[in-house]
C-alpha cells in the first residue's frame, strides 16, 4: 500500500517562531488532508489539499503532487498550536477512497 | 456543518463482553472507517464502508466486524472484548474520494 511519512516526528518551538511540517507520500494520491489533533483526542480539519497552495489564517499548505510532497506551515505560532499533526493521503484509484495516515508530528509551542 | 458523532467519548468494559462502538453522520456520506490510534502506531484502518451493506477489512480487522444498515450509521463490534484492544477508536465519513470528517473519538478501556 502506499507509504506515508511526516517529519520531523518532534518539534519544540518558542511562542511566536514559524515551522514548516513536511508529508512526503509514495504514490500518486486524489486526496491529501492536514489535521490537528486536539487534546481532547478529536482531530479536527486543516486542510483538503490534493494539489496546489491554501491558506487559513496563520496556517498554510502546498501540496506538489507531482514531487509526492506536502507541506504545512504554521506562523507566528502559538501555544494552542500544540497537539499533534497528521498527514493522510488518499490513493490515486478505486472507489472506496480509504485514507492513509502518516505517524504524525507532535509541535510543542513553549510560552 | 458536517457532523459525525460517536457514541461515547469514554467507554470502560470487561473482557470477554461484546462491545458495540456507534458513529453516526449527518451528511449523507457514501464513505465510512473505523481507525484505532495507539502510541507509536499512528492510526489504522480497522474497516470502511462504501455503502449501506457493504464494508471492506482494512488493515487490523482481527478481532472486529462491523455493521451498516442505514447510511447514516456505521456500527464497529468487538465480538469478545480483549484487553489489547484498550485503545482510541476514531469513525469518520466522507463523500467518496472528498474530504474526511472525523468524531470525536471513543476512548476504550478493557479490563
Known amino acids: 500500500g502506499i507509504q506515508v511519512e511526516q517529519s520531523p516526528p518532534d518539534l519544540i518551538l518558542q511562542e511566536g517562531a514559524n515551522s514548516t511540517l513536511r508529508c512526503n507520500f509514495s504514490?500518486?494520491?486524489?486526496?491529501l488532508q492536514w489535521f490537528h489533533q486536539n487534546p481532547w483526542g478529536q482531530l479536527i480539519n486543516l486542510f483538503y489539499?490534493?494539489?496546489g497552495t491554501k491558506q487559513n489564517g496563520r496556517l498554510s499548505a502546498t501540496t506538489v503532487a507531482t514531487e509526492r510532497y506536502s507541506l504545512l506551515y504554521i506562523s507566528s505560532s502559538q501555544t494552542t498550536d500544540s497537539g499533534v499533526y497528521f498527514c493522510?493521503?488518499?490513493?490515486?484509484?478505486?472507489?472506496?477512497?480509504?485514507?492513509?495516515f502518516g505517524k504524525g508530528i507532535t509541535l510543542s509551542v513553549r510560552p | 456543518d458536517v457532523k459525525v458523532t460517536q457514541s461515547s467519548r469514554y467507554l470502560v468494559k470487561r473482557t470477554g463482553e461484546k462491545v458495540f462502538l456507534e458513529c453516526v453522520q449527518d451528511m449523507d456520506h457514501e464513505n465510512m472507517f473505523w481507525y484505532r490510534q495507539d502510541p507509536g502506531l499512528g492510526l489504522r484502518l480497522i474497516y470502511f464502508?462504501?455503502?449501506?451493506?457493504?464494508?471492506e477489512k482494512g488493515d487490523i480487522p482481527e478481532g472486529y466486524s462491523v455493521s451498516r444498515e442505514k447510511k447514516e450509521r456505521f456500527s464497529l463490534i468487538l465480538e469478545s472484548a480483549s484487553t489489547n484492544q484498550t485503545s482510541m477508536y476514531l469513525c469518520?465519513?466522507?463523500?467518496?474520494?472528498?474530504?474526511?470528517?472525523f468524531g470525536q473519538g471513543t476512548r476504550l478501556t478493557v479490563v
Open positions: 464502508s462504501y455503502d449501506v451493506k457493504m464494508k
Open positions: 493522510a493521503v488518499t490513493r490515486r484509484s478505486g472507489a472506496n477512497s480509504k485514507l492513509t
Open positions: 504514490d500518486s494520491v486524489n486526496n
Open positions: 489539499i490534493p494539489s
Open positions: 469518520a465519513s466522507s463523500l467518496l474520494g472528498a474530504e474526511a470528517f
